[in-house]
């Protein structure tokens, strides 16, 4: 196994248990950072792969996706903490408002 | 970079520093004059919409070192979105005065959505298509709370955030992964790499990465099994918001994945051009757009809520455009997509009228008993949409449909096309029923809503007859659309 895919696969169990937390996790913080985790996963892979490539381009989409994720936390927080204030708690076993 | 460069993305420049400009006029707009902001908005989205129309016949052209694309298919999709968006502005005025929802980050918000919508529709690389998904999406979020603090607007954005997050995580991953296995993130430069290394073309890890890319992409289309999300969100957000959701992001998102499977064309031998989807993929699709369509449709039949019936419907609606993805001809596509387009505002403009004018906004079906017969306009206007929507000629929703199932079967998928025209058949029981109640039913209680003041309001009158005169013009003149798609050179989707 060549260096690289070792990198690989640390990212896919990342992606993996960030993808699991976001089924299994009920707390809308907890799902918010899974989600993190599974793009973070995707960084990890970005810069492996550059590196078997021998390319820059791997290692700069790595910046363009922290910048979105970076917005995705400005947004994301800000609807929690405005749920929070209304309906007191961040499970989302809670939100049931909306039914078909 | 140089000036030609600037010119592939005109529109979503133009959109993009519109957007960011607003933002700082608005701070100088007082609080008692903030439709001044939507006007202006109405502008920027306007003079986007002249600046493609304007372009739409021009040669193909890529720019920023082949990350965006100018076609024929990005310039149309961009006409569309600017109208459409244009006219959810006007919807807008009187809507968020009625509900207290006037503050001015709305409109430079929406018009930052339109300009991710813009950047989707050039992307020819699937690290822009990830940006472009993000830059309409992380707006959308924010404004379908925008009715907070009433909590089916906050429930709406929270559950609208964490899918559409998850969904992205699985996009981004899915273009790490591609990049693992080819290299490159151009769609171009892919579609070549296929052709030079057939062994590429059975690679575990490309598959994975498209896989998810196509998992990311579905859940922005809302396709059958990842539409869990849409009927939520939908009726909780603002009905502008939903209303803007419904139409433009669908178009968007449904041409970014058009490219991204032109992108995996050559993964395996298919049929002559202008069928721009591999034999590997197109069952898959076929499906998919099978099971949406069926599930879209059963669904709508049940609903209680005319907000929630139209999420079902666009759910539908999805499944139909989809099967003219799995056919591989967009020109079909896109022209369903502006058909629906057009049809479904026309229908959200009466929802809008009622929301307008009414205390509580209430979409249950009875709400809209005899709705019809005191404001015979709003009753014609959703008439026509629901023709269309169902596929009545001389509406929109008949040509579209007409060809989208013409390209189905041309591509040697006719069962396809027979449960397309069975689901349509059955989503007459539930359009129907909307003009039943509309016009058949007595209101159970005194009504609230004045007749004058469902049509008073000019804007949103505007934005009715632009929608109702569309829906029957593209259905008696399609040919004045297409020439739009076709009227330049041969078009490729990727090159």
Not at chain 2, 184 to 199: I, M, Q, V, Y
Not at chain 2, 464 to 478: D, K, R, T
Request: charged share 10%; proline share 4%.
């Amino acid at each position: 196994m060549e260096p690289t895919s070792f990198v690989v696969f640390l990212s896919s169990v990342l992606f993996v248990i960030g993808a699991l937390g976001v089924l299994l996790r009920r707390n809308a913080l907890m799902i918010f950072m899974s989600i993190e985790l599974m793009l973070n996963a995707a960084n990890l892979a970005f810069v492996a792969f550059a590196q078997r490539w021998a390319q820059l381009a791997g290692q700069v989409f790595v910046f363009f996706v922290m910048t979105v994720a970076a917005a995705e936390v400005a947004v994301g927080l800000a609807l929690i903490v405005t749920i929070f204030r209304t309906k007191r708690s961040t499970s989302v076993d809670e939100l049931a408002q909306l039914r078909g | 970079m140089n000036v030609a460069d600037l010119e592939t993305v005109l529109p979503f420049l133009l959109l993009a520093t519109g957007g960011v400009a607003l933002l700082l006029v608005d701070l100088a707009v007082p609080q008692a004059r903030k439709s001044l902001t939507g006007w202006l908005a109405f502008v920027v989205a306007l003079a986007a919409g002249v600046s493609a129309l304007a372009l739409v016949s021009g040669k193909t052209m890529k720019g920023f070192a082949g990350m965006v694309q100018a076609d024929a298919f990005a310039y149309f999709a961009d006409v569309l979105l600017c109208v459409v968006a244009a006219l959810v502005i006007l919807l807008s005025l009187r809507y968020h005065t009625a509900r207290g929802l006037m503050r001015g980050e709305f409109y430079p918000l929406l018009l930052l959505s339109l300009s991710g919508m813009s950047l989707a529709v050039h992307a020819a690389d699937l690290l822009v298509v990830f940006l472009a998904i993000e830059l309409l999406s992380i707006p959308l979020y924010v404004l379908s709370g925008f009715a907070r603090p009433r909590l089916e607007s906050e429930e709406a954005a929270l559950k609208y955030f964490l899918t559409g997050a998850f969904a992205s995580g699985f996009l981004v991953y899915g273009v790490a992964l591609i990049y693992g296995a080819s290299g490159t993130t151009a769609l171009g430069d892919l579609r070549a790499a296929l052709l030079d290394n057939p062994a590429l073309t059975s690679d575990a890890l490309l598959m994975a990465g498209l896989a998810l890319v196509m998992v990311g992409l579905l859940f922005k289309i809302a396709a059958v099994p990842f539409h869990f999300w849409a009927p939520d969100v939908y009726e909780g957000a603002p009905t502008t918001v939903t209303a803007f959701m419904a139409t433009a992001t669908k178009a968007a998102a449904f041409l970014a994945l058009m490219r991204v499977v032109a992108g995996f064309a050559a993964l395996s031998p298919s049929l002559a051009q202008p069928f721009e989807v591999a034999d590997a993929l197109r069952p898959m699709l076929a499906l998919i757009a099978a099971i949406t369509m069926i599930v879209g449709n059963v669904t709508a039949l049940a609903q209680q809520n005319v907000k929630r019936m139209l999420a079902y419907s666009s759910i539908a609606h999805a499944g139909y455009a989809l099967a003219g993805v799995a056919s591989g001809d967009a020109t079909a596509v896109l022209f369903y997509l502006a058909a629906y387009a057009f049809a479904t505002l026309a229908a959200f403009v009466v929802l809008i009228a009622v929301g307008s004018t009414e205390g509580n906004e209430d979409h249950r079906y009875e709400a809209y008993a005899g709705l019809g017969r005191r404001a015979p306009l709003l009753g014609v206007i959703m008439a026509l949409a629901m023709f269309s929507l169902i596929g009545i000629p001389p509406t929109a929703g008949f040509v579209g449909k007409y060809f989208l199932f013409r390209a189905v079967v041309a591509s040697d998928l006719t069962w396809l096309a027979v449960i397309g025209v069975l689901t349509s058949a059955l989503s007459a029981a539930f359009y129907l029923r909307v003009l039943m109640v509309l016009f058949m039913r007595e209101p159970e209680t005194a009504p609230e809503a004045e007749p004058a003041a469902l049509a008073a309001d000019a804007p949103r009158m505007v934005a009715a007859y632009v929608s109702a005169a569309a829906v029957l013009l593209i259905g008696v003149f399609p040919s004045a659309v297409l020439a739009l798609l076709t009227g330049g050179e041969l078009v490729a989707l990727v090159r």
